[in-house]
């Protein structure tokens, strides 16, 4: 049983980059005061939920009480080893992803860099609120702040096209948010609390199966939208209009990964591992993971743009982790968990290795790449790194994930699901390699007067791939990632 401490720890690490959201907005005639602001709040956010990391791993949970409504209903944030554990990646992402957006809104000369930087600052502030979210209306709020606070990076053009896709972004989410909290309501009334806890607020909680199952559908259909379950998932691929860098936000630092930590709450912290196999409700998640695996592997083969590729690659990786929580056994979640990790680090090199190719030779499709390679070394290098680990190849850190996923499907007896995973990787090969073949194998003089894209783009880009490959060597390196989703496997099933 892990010990509760007061500290106002993780109100200031959800609260710094809004208080830098005021600099960025007072400085936006300065562009560099502006940026300072930025990376300064990236570094102190990151600095403050690393300070976390010794009392997780101690077996202490920082809380902080924000406001009590009524009894048993409040607002709170709780440093668990999870909320850490997700909150390390999307505050160490941050700061490449701002680093490079710096690179990429100069060298594209993009309007309204004031508004993109302030509503990224304020995205990371809900995306760090999800994570320390100690129950389930802190949870939602925070959801839907981060709604909010993306939809002006998706609209960021303010094209027609990305008028569209900003409106179906809106439709999909605040209606997954109204059904959470919803949900929440129900929750408390069955329940009589909404504390999220290792094993499931409804364990030992007695309820008609016919109400358990449509409560869960409200919260699949509440937290599948962010982490992309199909059918809940089209409004990705077309948000994909946005800026690169808001690209790489979705899918790796701060929204389809709240999604996919959102699957993880519900089923190990309200539903429980018990609930969820007594009414077979891990089936049913397990059939939804399935499907989007495949199907979303299938239409990436076809997409020749290659940012809608890397999103329909994203929303098949979602939901590896979604099948990691189906799976309810110690490998197959560790492994799930794990994968969120791993792939934020793997998507966000691919990501700015397409926005690199973007700005600089102003191409967006796979079939117009052929040489790339010859002329921008590093960043298909970079491309090609990621790419192999989201294969599966070793020992770039994507391997070792699905290790513990394949693992973890023959421990639950259900080897569809390893025969899944090693199509699925098969099929990673089919749409990713071919990107790396054309820049390195094929010859055009297309790219013969093009060198690399700026330093600020491609160092953030190489460093991350060179993650992706240090942590899979040394996948306890600096922040515990693979101990923590270890332990936070055997809290849940052990509750």
Request: glycine fraction near 10%.
């Given at each position: 049983?892990?010990?509760?401490?007061?500290?106002?720890?993780?109100?200031?690490?959800?609260?710094?980059?809004?208080?830098?959201?005021?600099?960025?907005?007072?400085?936006?005639?300065?562009?560099?005061?502006?940026?300072?602001?930025?990376?300064?709040?990236?570094?102190?956010?990151?600095?403050?939920?690393?300070?976390?990391?010794?009392?997780?791993?101690?077996?202490?949970?920082?809380?902080?009480?924000?406001?009590?409504?009524?009894?048993?209903?409040?607002?709170?944030?709780?440093?668990?080893?999870?909320?850490?554990?997700?909150?390390?990646?999307?505050?160490?992402?941050?700061?490449?992803?701002?680093?490079?957006?710096?690179?990429?809104?100069?060298?594209?000369?993009?309007?309204?860099?004031?508004?993109?930087?302030?509503?990224?600052?304020?995205?990371?502030?809900?995306?760090?609120?999800?994570?320390?979210?100690?129950?389930?209306?802190?949870?939602?709020?925070?959801?839907?702040?981060?709604?909010?606070?993306?939809?002006?990076?998706?609209?960021?053009?303010?094209?027609?096209?990305?008028?569209?896709?900003?409106?179906?972004?809106?439709?999909?989410?605040?209606?997954?948010?109204?059904?959470?909290?919803?949900?929440?309501?129900?929750?408390?009334?069955?329940?009589?609390?909404?504390?999220?806890?290792?094993?499931?607020?409804?364990?030992?909680?007695?309820?008609?199966?016919?109400?358990?199952?449509?409560?869960?559908?409200?919260?699949?259909?509440?937290?599948?939208?962010?982490?992309?379950?199909?059918?809940?998932?089209?409004?990705?691929?077309?948000?994909?209009?946005?800026?690169?860098?808001?690209?790489?936000?979705?899918?790796?630092?701060?929204?389809?990964?709240?999604?996919?930590?959102?699957?993880?709450?519900?089923?190990?912290?309200?539903?429980?591992?018990?609930?969820?196999?007594?009414?077979?409700?891990?089936?049913?998640?397990?059939?939804?993971?399935?499907?989007?695996?495949?199907?979303?592997?299938?239409?990436?083969?076809?997409?020749?743009?290659?940012?809608?590729?890397?999103?329909?690659?994203?929303?098949?990786?979602?939901?590896?982790?979604?099948?990691?929580?189906?799976?309810?056994?110690?490998?197959?979640?560790?492994?799930?968990?794990?994968?969120?990790?791993?792939?934020?680090?793997?998507?966000?090199?691919?990501?700015?290795?397409?926005?690199?190719?973007?700005?600089?030779?102003?191409?967006?499709?796979?079939?117009?790449?052929?040489?790339?390679?010859?002329?921008?070394?590093?960043?298909?290098?970079?491309?090609?790194?990621?790419?192999?680990?989201?294969?599966?190849?070793?020992?770039?850190?994507g391997f070792f994930s699905k290790w513990f996923l394949c693992l973890g499907s023959l421990?639950?007896?259900?080897?569809?699901?390893?025969?899944?995973?090693?199509?699925?990787?098969?099929?990673?090969?089919?749409?990713?390699?071919?990107?790396?073949?054309?820049?390195?194998?094929?010859?055009?003089?297309?790219?013969?007067?093009?060198?690399?894209?700026?330093?600020?783009?491609?160092?953030?880009?190489?460093?991350?791939?060179?993650?992706?490959?240090?942590?899979?060597?040394?996948?306890?390196?600096?922040?515990?990632?693979?101990?923590?989703?270890?332990?936070?496997?055997?809290?849940?099933?052990?509750?």
């Amino acid at each position: 049983m892990s010990d509760v401490f007061q500290s106002n720890i993780p109100l200031w690490a959800v609260s710094i980059s809004l208080l830098a959201t005021l600099g960025i907005l007072v400085s936006g005639r300065k562009p560099n005061l502006r940026e300072f602001w930025t990376l300064l709040a990236g570094l102190i956010k990151f600095g403050l939920v690393l300070s976390l990391l010794p009392s997780v791993r101690a077996g202490k949970i920082a809380e902080c009480v924000l406001l009590q409504v009524s009894p048993g209903i409040g607002l709170s944030l709780r440093a668990d080893e999870f909320g850490v554990f997700f909150a390390l990646i999307a505050s160490g992402l941050w700061i490449f992803t701002s680093i490079y957006s710096i690179g990429y809104m100069r060298s594209n000369q993009e309007l309204k860099q004031t508004r993109y930087f302030a509503s990224f600052a304020v995205a990371l502030s809900a995306t760090l609120g999800v994570a320390f979210a100690g129950n389930l209306l802190t949870f939602v709020i925070f959801y839907e702040m981060l709604t909010l606070a993306t939809y002006p990076l998706v609209i960021h053009k303010e094209t027609g096209e990305a008028l569209r896709a900003g409106r179906q972004y809106l439709a999909y989410s605040l209606t997954a948010g109204v059904l959470l909290l919803a949900g929440t309501a129900w929750i408390y009334n069955t329940a009589g609390t909404i504390e999220f806890q290792p094993g499931g607020i409804l364990g030992g909680v007695e309820a008609a199966p016919n109400a358990i199952r449509c409560l869960f559908f409200v919260f699949v259909a509440g937290v599948g939208v962010k982490a992309g379950i199909m059918p809940l998932h089209s409004w990705l691929p077309n948000a994909m209009v946005a800026p690169t860098p808001v690209s790489a936000l979705l899918h790796a630092v701060a929204v389809v990964k709240s999604g996919v930590f959102g699957v993880v709450r519900v089923v190990g912290f309200v539903f429980g591992p018990e609930v969820m196999a007594e009414h077979g409700l891990n089936l049913i998640l397990a059939v939804l993971a399935g499907a989007t695996v495949l199907f979303s592997s299938l239409i990436a083969l076809q997409q020749d743009s290659l940012k809608r590729r890397l999103a329909y690659s994203t929303i098949g990786h979602l939901s590896y982790t979604v099948m990691g929580a189906a799976l309810l056994t110690p490998e197959g979640l560790t492994g799930g968990i794990y994968h969120i990790s791993t792939h934020a680090v793997m998507k966000i090199t691919l990501f700015f290795c397409a926005g690199a190719i973007y700005v600089h030779t102003h191409k967006q499709n796979v079939s117009e790449l052929d040489g790339i390679g010859r002329a921008m070394p590093w960043t298909i290098g970079a491309f090609t790194l990621g790419s192999l680990g989201l294969v599966g190849i070793p020992p770039i850190n994507g391997f070792f994930s699905k290790w513990f996923l394949c693992l973890g499907s023959l421990q639950a007896g259900w080897p569809m699901v390893l025969a899944l995973f090693i199509l699925s990787g098969l099929l990673n090969a089919a749409y990713l390699l071919p990107v790396v073949y054309r820049g390195f194998f094929r010859k055009s003089e297309e790219f013969e007067k093009f060198d690399e894209a700026p330093p600020l783009m491609v160092v953030p880009l190489c460093t991350t791939a060179a993650l992706a490959l240090v942590l899979g060597l040394f996948p306890n390196l600096f922040f515990d990632f693979f101990e923590l989703a270890s332990g936070i496997s055997e809290m849940i099933l052990a509750s």
